[in-house]
């Protein structure tokens, strides 16, 4: 039987680099899943969706949002829902589109991100120790991947 630490027997450098990406993405976001319920009362998703409200004030739909994140409409809408309903985002007819609504973050919403953004600030104490180095290189190598893939899907 195959330890939690060794990868499988896989092809090529590629296909382990996606194979870890894809664990880590699920393991980072059960973690942070963990962190937010626990700590704030709310998901990862709703957290994200408020963060990113809170990142881009102004103008915002779902759509741009779900974009953003790489999440579903469909999800994005049902976090608003969610959001709306704990008073933590507010909805209103766009001025500028009558098919669009405008989002916001009431005050308890944005009060959220921020003790969202320290409980995360404090969290990161436990995360691995990476050099500067590495982090970059890594950072370099995820955005040439994603501006490919964005490529891809943007021509679709």
Same mark, same amino acid.
């Given at each position: 039987m195959?330890?939690a630490?060794?990868l499988?027997?896989l092809?090529d450098d &590629?296909?382990?680099?996606?194979?870890?990406l894809r664990?880590?993405a699920?393991?980072?976001d059960r !973690?942070?899943d963990?962190l937010f +319920?626990?700590g704030?009362?709310? #998901?990862?998703?709703?957290f994200?969706?408020?963060? !990113?409200?809170? =990142?881009?004030p102004g $103008?915002?739909?779902?759509?741009m949002?779900? /974009?953003?994140?790489?999440l579903?409409?469909s999800t994005v809408?049902?976090?608003?829902d969610?959001?709306?309903? =704990?008073?933590?985002? #507010?909805?209103s $007819?766009?001025e500028?589109s009558r +098919?669009?609504?405008?989002?916001?973050l009431?005050?308890?919403g944005t009060?959220?991100v921020h003790r969202?953004? /320290?409980l995360?600030?404090?969290a $990161?104490?436990?995360?691995p120790d990476?050099?500067?180095?590495e982090m970059?290189?890594?950072l =370099?190598?995820?955005s040439a991947?994603?501006? =490919? &893939?964005?490529a891809?899907f943007?021509s679709?």
């Amino acid at each position: 039987m195959r330890g939690a630490d060794e990868l499988p027997d896989l092809p090529d450098d &590629f296909a382990r680099f996606w194979f870890l990406l894809r664990r880590v993405a699920g393991l980072m976001d059960r !973690t942070g899943d963990a962190l937010f +319920r626990t700590g704030l009362g709310i #998901s990862l998703p709703q957290f994200l969706v408020l963060s !990113t409200i809170d =990142a881009y004030p102004g $103008r915002l739909n779902q759509q741009m949002i779900a /974009d953003r994140l790489g999440l579903t409409k469909s999800t994005v809408s049902r976090q608003i829902d969610n959001g709306v309903s =704990a008073g933590l985002i #507010s909805v209103s $007819r766009s001025e500028h589109s009558r +098919r669009e609504n405008d989002i916001r973050l009431t005050e308890s919403g944005t009060d959220m991100v921020h003790r969202g953004d /320290d409980l995360f600030a404090a969290a $990161r104490a436990d995360f691995p120790d990476v050099s500067a180095r590495e982090m970059r290189v890594t950072l =370099a190598t995820l955005s040439a991947f994603d501006r =490919a &893939f964005g490529a891809t899907f943007a021509s679709d």
